[in-house]
């Protein structure tokens, strides 16, 4: 019994006429006399009584209609969602993204993917460090993924949608709060704030960079799980923080001033990566929709697969964000 079958089955219960059936299945008539004899050779069952002036069901057949109706219906809408699937309609992906400031870029693509693409599902996974982020992205675990990368492996596409600068994040009472910019030399004394030492922080990496450079080595007196926390305890003047420039163009902390930091290294790409050569539907769309909402920075270099090679520049420039 295939759809066929099935397909012949209603339209003669509906008809009670093999010949207008086969009308409306564009057949002959004997073709749809076979169907519906190997249909009740498969059920083991007579499907309709035949006589030279009528057609009629049996109780078999009558039985047979509803349960043939779901099949078919069930049939329909799995054909659909194989469509829809193959055409990005419809999947499942997974997002890592790094830093406080980058949930605001994660927010508004969740939004427009859900406005857009409602069977498209995402699942959001945090992190507080870029390179585990990266390695997910590598080994299959994220399919989509949103920080500033200071390695990319060689399976692995991008793009830049930001570039950003760092910033030293002060208590609103501190002596350079009110400074256009500061040079890494001047905190020499200060206390900092930092996450755990960890080889996947390019932020941690640039502030002992910075400070080397300034010939000191930072004193770091207290160490945070999360950029939140570390915000919150500048707030309270236990220290400063080095974190980049789109956190103060996407958030408010009480009691926190932030200031350019003279940085000969220059910016933080900040980038958007996914597998090269994966070829889901469903992330081609999104990495669609992502190229209207985070246009690739002006000027930024870019790395992406065959697929992704053209991408939309318009001129609006979104900052996004993450430390």
């Not at 079958?5 to 207008?20: D, P, Q, T, Y």
């Not at 927010?107 to 990266?134: C, D, E, Y």
């Not at 350019?260 to 900040?270: E, I, K, T, Y």
């Not at 992330?283 to 992406?304: C, D, Y």
Request: negative net charge.
């Amino acid at each position: 019994m295939d759809v066929k079958h099935i397909k012949a089955f209603l339209v003669v219960a509906e008809e009670l006429h093999f010949g207008r059936a086969a009308e409306r299945l564009r057949m002959t008539q004997p073709p749809v006399s076979r169907l519906i004899r190997n249909l009740e050779r498969e059920m083991s069952a007579q499907l309709f009584e035949r006589s030279t002036r009528t057609v009629r069901l049996t109780a078999a057949g009558e039985a047979l209609v509803e349960p043939a109706r779901n099949i078919l219906i069930s049939y329909q809408l799995a054909e659909a969602a194989v469509t829809a699937a193959g055409q990005g309609e419809i999947g499942h992906l997974r997002l890592g993204f790094t830093g406080i400031a980058t949930h605001t870029l994660v927010g508004r693509l969740s939004k427009l993917v859900r406005n857009t693409h409602p069977g498209i599902h995402l699942s959001l996974q945090s992190s507080s460090f870029a390179l585990p982020a990266m390695d997910s992205v590598a080994d299959g675990t994220f399919d989509l993924a949103f920080g500033h990368y200071p390695f990319v492996p060689q399976s692995v596409s991008t793009r830049t949608i930001a570039e950003e600068s760092v910033v030293v994040a002060v208590h609103n009472d501190h002596p350079l709060a009110s400074r256009q910019s500061v040079s890494m030399a001047e905190l020499r004394d200060e206390d900092f704030i930092t996450l755990p030492p960890n080889p996947g922080s390019t932020t941690i990496e640039r502030l002992y960079t910075l400070a080397q450079a300034a010939g000191f080595s930072p004193n770091v007196a207290q160490v945070a799980p999360d950029s939140w926390t570390i915000l919150s305890l500048v707030g309270a003047e236990f220290g400063c923080s080095v974190t980049v420039s789109s956190v103060p163009r996407n958030f408010t902390f009480p009691n926190v001033s932030f200031i350019p930091l003279d940085d000969a290294q220059g910016p933080f790409p900040l980038l958007m990566a996914w597998r090269k050569y994966d070829d889901s539907p469903a992330l081609r769309e999104v990495l669609r929709l992502s190229e209207h909402l985070f246009p690739t920075s002006s000027g930024s270099a870019q790395s992406t697969g065959d697929d992704e090679s053209e991408l939309t520049q318009p001129n609006d420039r979104l900052c996004p964000e993450g430390p």
